[in-house]
């Protein structure tokens, strides 16, 4: 009888690959907590596998090195709230203010729920490597770029020109990571509804501003 390609072979009911997807998710799982809570600089790849129940044998088959997997943690916090994102707008067409709130909430809550995910994602991942700045600074991109998307559905009267060379969308990722920042170094202690009405007024000011230098 021909046998299965190893790829295919079944352990215990559950296919190989299957099984290995289940470490992999719980090696991330693992990272999540050593990483959010200890530091990545505190945290050893025996420690993430005695967190996660593996042996290192089973952290090399999923990734390369501890770095590696501060990346893929980090990698899927964005993919998140990326997804967070564009659900709000989705689910809230027509109406970008509600849209771009409803978003904003989502991505401050998943901080005041789960500290773990503020530490990895505001400070774990500073300084670690060069790998490391070019993927957050690809997520800062992509939070100016929601940012962009935003301001151009709420304010129509903004020409597309406008945004040419402009470093608008950037400033205003930026002061929400530093607000961010802030908050949850102070423990959270200002109600999320007082940093979101804070952090709307400021938008609304930015693009109020640059609809009106639009206008003859």
């Not at 992509?142 to 903004?158: E, N, Q, R, V």
């Not at 040419?164 to 990571?177: M, N, Q």
């Not at 530093?178 to 979101?196: A, F, Q, R």
């Amino acid at each position: 009888m021909k046998s299965k390609p190893v790829h295919q072979r079944t352990y215990g009911g559950v296919e190989a690959d299957l099984r290995e997807t289940e470490r992999r998710k719980r090696l991330l799982a693992a990272g999540l907590e050593a990483f959010g809570s200890r530091g990545y600089a505190k945290t050893n790849i025996k420690t993430i596998c005695s967190l996660a129940g593996l042996t290192e044998r089973y952290f090399y088959e999923s990734f390369g090195s501890k770095e590696d997997l501060l990346s893929a943690v980090y990698q899927e916090l964005v993919d998140s709230l990326k997804a967070d994102a564009l659900k709000a707008f989705e689910e809230n067409q027509g109406r970008p203010v509600e849209a771009a709130t409803a978003s904003l909430r989502l991505y401050l809550e998943s901080f005041q729920q789960d500290p773990r995910k503020a530490q990895v994602q505001l400070f774990e991942v500073l300084g670690v490597s060069p790998k490391i700045d070019r993927q957050y600074q690809d997520a800062m991109r992509l939070l100016a770029d929601m940012t962009k998307l935003f301001l151009s559905s709420a304010f129509p009267g903004i020409p597309e020109g406008a945004w040419k060379g402009s470093i608008v969308p950037t400033g205003l990722a930026g002061s929400i990571i530093l607000i961010s920042h802030e908050w949850v170094l102070n423990g959270c202690l200002t109600p999320l509804d007082n940093i979101m009405d804070q952090c709307m007024d400021l938008f609304m000011a930015v693009g109020r501003h640059l609809e009106s230098r639009s206008r003859p």
